[in-house]
Nanobody
């Protein structure tokens, strides 16, 4: 079964950090571009970060640049999103997705995970 499973979300105080994981099963992640997206209540889905098969092509939304870091572990068939200096504005459900091209546009992606909730609050 082809699927993506996110984990690592939770409640964190402002200024804190979380690391999200996205594990793939049924296919090999290193052949695909990967995107991280988020959606807050009442807001449109936002592309956060993406990377092509070569992690030299990694992109970040301006809202997270310098705070979030994308990484891959091909041996574990898993990608990660390290999130530092979190603020309440980062509260959202975070999703990973795979596609052919590394973009921050959701329709470019085919397979989506179920999402993991990140809540930043004191």
């Amino acid at each position: 079964q082809v699927q993506l499973v996110e984990s690592g979300g939770g409640l964190v105080q402002p200024g804190g950090s979380l690391r999200l994981s996205c594990a793939a099963s049924g296919f090999t992640l290193d052949y695909y571009a990967i995107g991280w997206f988020r959606q807050a209540p009442g807001k449109e889905r936002e592309g956060v970060s993406c990377s092509g098969t070569d992690t030299g092509t990694t992109y970040y939304a301006d809202s997270v640049k310098g705070r979030f870091t994308f990484s891959r572990d091909n041996a574990e068939n898993t990608v990660y999103l390290q999130m530092n200096s979190l603020s309440p504005a980062d509260t959202a459900v975070y999703y990973c997705a795979t596609g052919r091209v590394a973009t921050l546009w959701g329709p470019d992606y085919d397979i989506w995970g179920q999402g993991t909730q990140v809540t930043v609050s004191s």
